[in-house]
């Protein structure tokens, strides 16, 4: 079956602008997660959402960051004012349910790179 | 709150050889769930093996298999018979009751495996 997809794959933009990355989890996970891996670093957690609603949003670093899911399925990140700290690749991931027990499917990431 | 800690940047191993990445992680939840990823060159994370804090047994995968010491905060991943297809970047992660789904990685350890 259709794995987690991410678009777009690479984004570049100028500082002071506004992006959005789309998360398609697999189909019937109810669980999705954002993730951003800065090179040569693990992935750090940024929100989880379980069905429509934001469960933990405790790693988004501000408030130019905030993502949505409003049919339970596609999520959303939204980036406002992007700085060049920003830059990174931003992994998404869902699993079928938000326990302590279930592993998470991963997409291939977005690119984001701020110039 | 968890940590988990990778302290080998890089590892070296030689074809058909067993080689172990070690991590140690830390947490004050009495359930949780630690996860071995792998991220090849290309990007994806791949889920490898999965071991429960309440299971007796270590988990195994195929040539996979986790080396859990609860006492010592401890969970090894080891590759039996390594592949060259096996080079690649290999995360240590844990997920704890407390907090939800979010799962927090340690650094990261490159396994270089020579024909």
């Known amino acids: 079956g259709a794995g987690v997809s991410q678009t777009p794959s690479n984004k570049v933009t100028e500082k002071g602008k506004y992006v959005e990355l789309r998360c398609d989890p697999i189909s019937g996970h109810t669980a999705l997660y954002w993730y951003r891996q800065s090179l040569g670093q693990g992935p750090e957690f940024l929100i989880y959402f379980q069905g429509t609603g934001a469960a933990d949003d405790s790693g988004l670093p501000n408030d130019r960051f905030f993502a949505v899911r409003p049919e339970g399925s596609v999520s959303t990140l939204k980036i406002q004012r992007t700085e060049r700290g920003d830059s990174a690749v931003y992994l998404c991931?869902?699993?079928?349910?938000?326990?302590?027990?279930?592993?998470?499917?991963f997409g291939p990431g977005t690119r984001l790179t701020v110039t | 709150a968890q940590k988990i800690t990778q302290t080998q940047p890089g590892m070296f191993v030689q074809e058909k050889e067993a080689v172990t990445l070690d991590c140690t992680y830390d947490?004050?939840?009495?359930?949780?769930?630690l996860f071995w990823y792998k991220q090849p060159s290309s990007g994806e994370m791949i889920f490898l093996i999965y071991q429960g804090s309440y299971d007796e047994q270590n988990a195994t995968e195929g040539r996979y298999s986790l080396n859990f010491q609860k006492a010592r905060k401890s969970a090894n991943l080891v590759i039996s018979a390594s592949q060259l297809g096996d080079s690649a970047m290999y995360f240590c992660?844990?997920?704890?009751?407390?907090?939800?789904?979010?799962?927090?990685f340690g650094q990261g350890t490159i396994l270089t495996v020579h024909p």
């Open positions: 992660a844990m997920r704890g009751r407390s907090s939800y789904g979010k799962l927090t």
């Open positions: 991931a869902s699993s079928s349910t938000g326990g302590a027990t279930y592993e998470q499917y």
């Open positions: 947490t004050s939840d009495q359930s949780y769930g």
